[in-house]
């Protein structure tokens, strides 16, 4: 029971910084009616947070208010449908790769890319 409430509590803990993305994007995004808000949280993540706000940021290059929203769109499905086909693919060929390729730090590959 314990376990669950710390693991619920740390999930939630993480999960805030979500709030804190449409805080900042809330300015831009203001107009548009609640099943693109909804659209939009569905498909944000770290990484379209990062290149759409840079984007609003750069003001010489900033959309017209009535189509910014797109921008956001089209980061957050790029990256969702890249997820669910890397998702796709792991679970189809995931079992064809031999053991001895020894792959398990690959994850850590990864993480160390991120922070780079």
Do not use: C
């Not at 993305?21 to 831009?28: K, N, V």
């Not at 706000?53 to 969702?80: E, N, T």
Request: hydrophobic fraction near 55%; avoid cysteine; glycine fraction near 6%.
């Amino acid at each position: 029971m314990i376990v669950g409430a710390v693991i619920a509590l740390a999930a939630a803990i993480v999960n805030l910084r979500h709030l804190l993305y449409s805080a900042s994007l809330a300015p831009y995004l203001r107009k548009l009616s609640a099943p693109w808000k909804w659209l939009l949280a569905y498909l944000l993540t770290d990484e379209a947070y990062a290149v759409t706000i840079i984007r609003y940021h750069k003001s010489q290059v900033a959309p017209s208010p009535d189509y910014r929203h797109f921008f956001l769109l089209g980061s957050g499905l790029a990256l969702w449908s890249t997820w669910q086909l890397s998702t796709a693919a792991g679970i189809l060929m995931g079992t064809q790769v031999p053991a001895s390729w020894s792959l398990e730090f690959t994850l850590t590959l990864t993480f160390i890319g991120l922070v780079v």
